[in-house]
């Protein structure tokens, strides 16, 4: 059975820094599609990046600014958000599917596993 277990959440100002992890357990990453998505208060759930055959992608509203990794090593996945601002405020969630097809990679549905969620609040 796969799990995914987010951290690194939490409360920072604008301009500040995050790093988000993504650890599984059950199945190893090395050959799935792993990606982020958030979910702001009165939002739909959107994507922001994912890691697909050492690819990544981004939303064009993160790009630039949040890097996506994957540590085969670790079964642990990354997401570095740098110079963050209100909007990014959010809860993050990380998912995992290991048949999604490249064109699926940005849509919530066709992810498979997901974790529980971590907050990111920026605020001043």
């Known amino acids: 059975q796969v799990q995914l277990v987010e951290s690194g959440g939490g409360l920072v100002q604008p301009g500040d820094s995050l790093r988000l992890s993504c650890a599984t357990s059950?199945?190893?990453?090395?050959?799935?599609?792993v990606g982020w998505f958030r979910q702001g208060p009165g939002k739909e759930r959107e994507f922001v990046a994912a890691?697909?055959?050492?690819?990544?992608y981004y939303s064009d509203s993160v790009k630039g600014r949040f890097t996506i990794s994957l540590d085969n090593t670790k079964n642990t996945a990354y997401l570095q958000m740098d110079n963050l601002s209100p909007a990014d405020t959010a809860v993050y969630y990380c998912a995992a599917d290991w048949g999604l097809i490249l064109s699926s990679l940005r849509q919530a549905p066709h992810y498979d596993y997901w974790g529980q969620g971590t907050q990111v609040t920026v605020s001043s």
């Open positions: 890691f697909r055959q050492n690819r990544p």
């Open positions: 059950g199945r190893a990453f090395s050959r799935a599609t």
